[in-house]
């Protein structure tokens, strides 16, 4: 079946760090691949997305490559703030529809 | 445009008592899902509809937990009787197919559940 896999958090970093989440998936055929952000408190918010390889996926200074190659789908960001603490979680949904989240990574920026 | 719509925000009862959250998807979108979230064990898919017929209930956890989607606006997901480990956020999502759209899930703020 689909899987995503995902780094452990907590991960803390300063402020203006760089970020990097990695993920790698299992999937037949030829997925879709999100970022979801998940705010203290709040729902889950899409934050970023990849239809096909080679894909570049951006948003809030964030960006994710679709990597078919390796399976992958790492995301960066050059210089976090305080306000990016939150969880993310990777997520591919494939041809059955279903939506396959990792674990989440938490992430907490440090002023 | 109005996104997803969850009810109630926060639900606390007493163990035994039946629980009856709400959903009312985006307009248009074809998929509906439901998710739990614990520290414990994250985000689980519990079942998912597709023209409000149930598609994949293999995550409800047991008999106690149901759920209906008797028209496109609108879902229920039931748990009776309740019990404290069934304490978590409840999130519903709706979507396209992801043969429609780039099949992102649209997620509703969520509904607490605390069962004392």
């Known amino acids: 079946g689909n899987s995503v896999t995902q780094m452990e958090g907590p991960v803390t970093l300063s402020e203006e760090a760089f970020l990097t989440i990695n993920c790698t998936y299992t999937?037949?055929?030829?997925?879709?691949l999100f970022w979801y952000v998940q705010y203290p408190g709040e729902g889950l918010q899409l934050l970023l997305k990849?239809?096909?390889?080679?894909d570049k996926g951006s948003n809030k200074g964030f960006e994710a490559t679709y990597r078919k190659e390796t399976t992958s789908f790492h995301l960066e960001k050059g210089s976090v703030q305080v306000s990016d603490s939150a969880v993310y979680f990777c997520?591919?949904?494939?041809?059955?529809?279903?939506?396959?989240f990792g674990g989440g990574t938490r992430v907490l920026v440090k002023p | 445009d109005a996104g997803v719509i969850q009810s109630p925000r926060h639900e606390v009862t007493e163990m035994g008592q039946e629980v009856t959250l709400r959903c009312k998807p985006i307009?248009?979108?074809?998929?509906l899902f439901w998710y739990r979230q614990t520290m414990m064990r994250g985000l689980e898919l519990l079942i998912y509809?597709?023209?409000?017929?149930?598609?994949?209930d293999s995550g409800m956890p047991e008999d106690r937990f149901s759920a209906k989607m008797p028209n496109a606006s609108f879902s229920t997901l039931k748990i009776q009787p309740s019990e404290p480990r069934d304490s978590a956020v409840y999130f519903c999502?709706?979507?396209?197919?992801?043969?429609?759209?780039?099949?992102?899930?649209?997620f509703g703020e969520g509904s607490r559940l605390t069962v004392l």
């Open positions: 999502a709706s979507s396209f197919s992801s043969g429609r759209s780039t099949g992102e899930l649209f």
């Open positions: 999937a037949t055929g030829y997925p879709s």
């Open positions: 990849a239809t096909k390889a080679d």
């Open positions: 997520a591919l949904r494939a041809a059955g529809n279903k939506l396959t």
């Open positions: 307009s248009g979108h074809d998929y």
């Open positions: 509809f597709n023209n409000n017929v149930p598609i994949d």
